[in-house]
């Protein structure tokens, strides 16, 4: 069966500091997957998503960037985080013609 | 217009009841809808997906896509204080690249 692993679970950071939240995916091959973001009672925010190794569409242009090095890995990455940029992040996966399947989230504060 | 919309809530039904979600979408491109329940603090949970017109049953829980009216619903029957939670609707398309949208998520309070 198919497992997605998110980490780490929360995250407090410094503002300017870097941020890499990492994610992967197993027991399955050549998934779409992408990264979400929910701030404090909203709802989910799609920031990212890929098809397939270093192809990266992004839907909210910030100082966040996402990269795919290898088919089931989805890296989410920030250069210096910005107060605005705390909520909660979820990564998932889904085929073609499936329903997502989300991570456990990561819970970022930026302080 | 948002892609998909739903009521904030919070929705408070009693215990038993029968409590009913709304989801509205604004285009008529083929789609399918996907209905998730969320506790606070935690990932979304898939509770049903509905592809064509018509209604879909599983359990307690019956999902009813209505494609002319842009609505997809969610009835949950003889709700319990552990379906307390956020409903969020979602949709993809079934062309071009099948990008999952969420709605902002409806909040269902259900007293004993």
């Known amino acids: ?111 | 217009q948002k892609e998909v919309e739903q009521n904030s809530g919070p929705l408070s039904v009693p215990e038993g009841a029968i409590a009913s979600l709304n989801c509205t979408y604004s285009d008529r491109v083929s789609q399918s809808f996907f209905w998730y329940r969320q506790y606070s603090g935690k990932s979304p949970e898939l509770i049903m997906s509905i592809y064509s017109n018509g209604d879909k049953e599983d359990g307690r829980f019956t999902a009813q896509l209505n494609k002319a009216s842009q609505y997809v619903s969610l009835l949950i029957r003889d709700s319990q204080p552990s379906d307390s939670a956020t409903y969020l609707c979602a949709r993809r398309r079934n062309t071009g690249f099948q990008k999952l949208v969420f709605g902002t998520g409806t909040r269902l309070l259900v007293s004993p």
């Open chain 1, 1 to 111: 069966s198919q497992t997605i692993h998110q980490w780490p679970a929360t995250l407090v950071q410094p503002v300017g500091s870097p941020l890499s939240l990492e994610c992967t995916v197993e027991g399955t091959s050549n998934p779409n997957l992408y990264w979400y973001r929910q701030a404090a009672g909203r709802g989910l925010q799609l920031l990212f998503y890929s098809v397939g190794i270093g192809q990266i569409s992004s839907e909210v242009p910030q100082n966040l960037s996402a990269s795919r090095p290898q088919d089931r890995q989805f890296i989410l990455s920030s250069k210096k985080l910005l107060l605005s940029d705390s909520g909660f992040y979820l990564c998932a996966w889904t085929y073609t013609d499936t329903e997502a399947f989300f991570g456990q989230g990561t819970r970022l504060t930026v302080v």
